[in-house]
């Protein structure tokens, strides 16, 4: 006895069907609905491989029936507007339960979903089993050390082989890659991808889709979101655990029992996902309950730990969910977008343990990534570690504490702030500083530079910035105290500087929090006056004379400013003993070079 056969679009993608005519496992009639044809002609319009795909396996099966003396008929119609709408919410599929209900045929699918309403409603139906193990032509250009291959339509194949951080570009192949053997290699790839459970299909767009295999993700491209047809499929070429990195007792107790928001830091190729899996799988070994969060799924991780994808296209909907489910840790793997920092803030402050990959070139660019995105106040709540990768090794490892602080260069007391200091972790010495300063949130260096302190050198770029505004003239900047700074300008642009009634150098010092002079530029020439050094008790004392007792004088080594004061009613400076200006001042005065200019 033979029956009709009638095929959805699942099975036709899968490109089953024609290998069952031509193994002779198919022997009557062979109905293919119309609902079918439109649905795959609408996604080859879109570009998308299924859709494509598709269209081809028709065709192999007409081909092939005909060789089988098998008749191969379409029916039904054309599917309306109304109904290709709805084909997302299950309409398509239902028409085609239709035909083959009414024709008293058999329903072929490799959609379980399909095949389970279809019994349910008495339609007899074959479910087109999935293979158990999944192999593909696609694996062939790899060996053990390929991180990536790849193919595109008139160049020849490349692959990039080594380990994290010492990749290599290569040409595995002295000739161009076809048109053909590139489109066969998509087709067969989709179908591997649809109809395994090592497969899934994470993305068809218009000329784009992204798959994933196993441990493979592939994506595949073509016009007109590329202006050729290209392949680039990526695997993780190390298992590395956490023992192997060679991490410190004090890194290790950190990971174990503080580090709660953690950044991994660094560029494309050094290793960060791998660290990532490994600090994962060390959790997990913990008895903790691990998740990702991964578009697209392409982390290398145990069946104990499960990978989420986007939730109806939406990250913040993934979020939400693990909030339900409470892991103690959270992989987000890649924290780019201001959505996705938002996202991480939220679950860290709903008390998820966080673990982001985050691309960065240096380990502080990890923590201004989230400037501005997350209060100030919260930074180190977000993210209290940052790892950072290079050539696949733990390159630098930060530490964020909040405390209330002067920032360093300004010595002033009430300059103190909320200040985020940026610890190196294994010498609990500051590396960098992040406070506000004016209207803007700044990231400082904590130490001096070229005898520059960071809030100087952040301040005098302000004020040059801000003089742009009124004058193109050249400027001096001179520090007399941490809120107390010189400006010298030609003298002919005082006034555009002072504004109407101080309204201009008024609004710079309110932005700044400091107080300005401003003084006339190269048309004050200095005398330098003798000076007698000597020390008393805790001071050092410079005694100018009383002649110029409540003047001004400026400090000098002759090329380096040290500082200005105001000579005191007995004609002395005087400077704590212990104190930097003050071993600056006894060694130039040893060395000859102290100056005391009038």
Do not use: W
Request: proline content about 3%.
């Amino acid at each position: 006895m033979t029956d009709t056969a009638v095929p959805d679009t699942s099975i036709l993608i899968d490109q089953s069907i024609s290998s069952l005519v031509e193994d002779d496992n198919i022997e009557g009639k062979i109905v293919i609905p119309e609902f079918v044809v439109d649905e795959l002609e609408n996604q080859a319009n879109k570009g998308r491989q299924s859709g494509y795909q598709g269209l081809e396996e028709i065709e192999k099966v007409r081909e092939t029936a005909e060789q089988k003396g098998i008749e191969v008929s379409f029916a039904g119609r054309k599917p309306t507007e109304e109904e290709i709408r709805l084909a997302n919410n299950g309409r398509i599929d239902a028409l085609i339960r239709d035909i083959a209900e009414d024709r008293d045929a058999t329903l072929y699918t490799a959609d379980i979903v399909q095949a389970k309403v279809a019994e349910a409603k008495g339609i007899k139906c074959r479910l087109f089993e999935q293979e158990e193990k999944i192999t593909f032509s696609l694996e062939d250009y790899f060996d053990e050390d390929t991180m990536s291959v790849h193919l595109k339509q008139g160049d020849v194949p490349k692959a990039k082989r080594g380990r994290p951080g010492e990749f290599q570009l290569e040409e595995i192949s002295d000739e161009e890659m076809p048109k053909d053997d590139l489109h066969e290699l998509m087709s067969e790839t989709l179908e591997k991808a649809q109809s395994s459970d090592e497969g899934l299909v994470e993305m068809d767009k218009e000329g784009a889709t992204v798959l994933q295999i196993g441990r493979y993700r592939i994506a595949v491209t073509q016009p007109p979101f590329s202006e050729a047809a290209e392949i680039t499929a990526v695997r993780p070429v190390a298992d590395v655990s956490l023992d192997e990195y060679g991490m410190s007792e004090k890194l290790l107790t950190r990971l174990r029992v503080d580090a709660e928001g953690i950044l991994i830091a660094g560029a494309p190729g050094h290793g960060k996902s791998t660290f990532a899996q490994a600090l994962a799988e060390y959790y997990r070994e913990n008895n903790e309950v691990v998740k990702t969060m991964e578009k697209p799924r392409d982390l290398d991780v145990g069946p104990g730990i499960t990978q989420y994808s986007e939730l109806e296209d939406s990250m913040e909907n993934t979020g939400d969910f693990l909030l339900l489910a409470r892991p103690d840790f959270t992989v987000y793997d890649e924290v780019r977008k201001t959505r996705d920092f938002e996202v991480f803030s939220d679950m860290r402050m709903a008390g998820v343990g966080m673990i982001g990959v985050v691309h960065a070139s240096e380990a502080v660019d990890a923590v201004q990534r989230l400037i501005g995105r997350v209060e100030l106040g919260m930074i180190p709540q977000v993210c209290d570690t940052v790892i950072h990768m290079q050539d696949a090794e733990i390159s630098k490892v930060y530490r964020l504490k909040l405390t209330v602080k002067v920032p360093e260069g300004m010595t002033e007391e009430d300059l103190a702030r909320p200040v985020i200091q940026v610890l190196e972790f294994e010498s609990d010495e500051p590396e960098y500083e992040i406070y506000t300063y004016g209207e803007e949130t700044v990231v400082v260096p904590a130490s001096e530079e070229e005898n520059e302190t960071g809030a100087e050198r952040l301040a005098r770029e302000q004020i040059e910035y801000q003089l742009r505004q009124f004058t193109d003239a050249e400027a001096e900047v001179k520090f007399i105290t941490d809120n107390h700074i010189k400006l010298f300008v030609p003298e002919d642009e005082i006034s555009h500087v002072i504004g109407k009634g101080g309204e201009n150098i008024d609004r710079i010092e309110e932005q700044l929090g400091v107080d300005i002079t401003v003084e006339p530029r190269g048309e004050v020439t200095k005398e330098s006056m003798e000076y007698n050094l000597s020390e008393r008790g805790n001071s050092v004392i410079i005694d100018v004379g009383d002649q110029l007792a409540g003047e001004d004088v400026d400090v000098t080594t002759g090329e380096e400013f040290l500082f200005a004061a105001t000579v005191g009613r007995e004609g002395e400076i005087s400077l704590t003993k212990e104190s930097d200006l003050a071993t600056k001042v006894i060694n130039a005065d040893t060395a000859g070079i102290l100056s005391i200019e009038h």
